[in-house]
């Protein structure tokens, strides 16, 4: 059974850091693309950053040069950087894993159970 154990989240004031980790029971871990999405109260879900197998990365605008994705294949981790953090960030963070394809998308085939992160003004 795949699982993905997110864990980082928490309060933080503006301006402050956070870093978040999912821990992926994935077998072929390196052959999956991996993803951070956020849902806030009120407010879609949205992909924050996502990194493919071969380590292309993107973001979303409102957190691009702020956010990073990385991903440790040895570890089977996925990490979200954020630095600069706003208000508007508070959300429950979720990790995600799927294909290449599904991940374009903005979708994907696993789901971790979230984890909250709120930034106080």
């Known amino acids: 059974q795949v699982q993905l154990v997110e864990s980082g989240g928490g309060l933080v004031q503006t301006g402050g850091s956070l870093r978040l980790s999912c821990a992926a029971s994935?077998?072929?871990?390196?052959?999956?693309?991996l993803g951070w999405f956020r849902r806030a109260p009120g407010k879609q879900r949205e992909l924050v950053a996502a990194i493919t197998s071969g380590g292309s990365t993107n973001y979303a605008v409102s957190v691009k040069g702020r956010f990073t994705i990385s991903r440790d294949n040895t570890k089977k981790t996925v990490y979200l950087q954020m630095s600069s953090l706003k208000p508007e960030d508070t959300a429950v963070y979720y990790c995600?894993?799927?294909?290449?394809?599904?991940?374009?998308?903005?979708?994907?085939?696993?789901w971790g159970q979230g984890t909250q992160v709120t930034v106080s003004s």
């Open positions: 994935l077998g072929t871990f390196s052959s999956y693309a």
């Open positions: 995600a894993a799927g294909s290449d394809a599904i991940m374009r998308l903005n979708l994907a085939s696993y």
